[in-house]
């Protein structure tokens, strides 16, 4: 399993300099959205730092539920929450547009054999039931 750099047990470590505080609000039916607040190692918050808006929601699908996350473009949690419903329908479609690029990546994979040795494989050389092959 591969392991991303500084998150072993041994190797990791905490960057004081880069702390938030983290607070979720609700309309306690499909919008949430978590404000991190830059803090310093102290718990004070650090003015020259700005605040990160997080939307989250779930989409009901076929499949069942799908988390979708996306940051929104605010300076405070009215503008966030305003921004909400035009951040769900991009994060959608950069969900769409990534599932779209690994069906095509997945489709470039089928490997079409080349000429088989001994005519496919075949005993005696053609392809079994078609006229002409041999």
Known sequence: MATRPGSTPDSMTVDLDNLYREEVYSDLRAASVRVLTPVKADGTIDPDRPRHYIGDTQLMTQMGPIPVQF??????????????????REAVERLNERAREMARDEASRIVVPSKMPGGGGLPGGGLAGIPGTR
């Open 71 to 88: 940051e929104l473009e605010a300076t405070n949690l009215r503008e966030a929450f305003e921004k909400f419903p035009q951040g769900v």
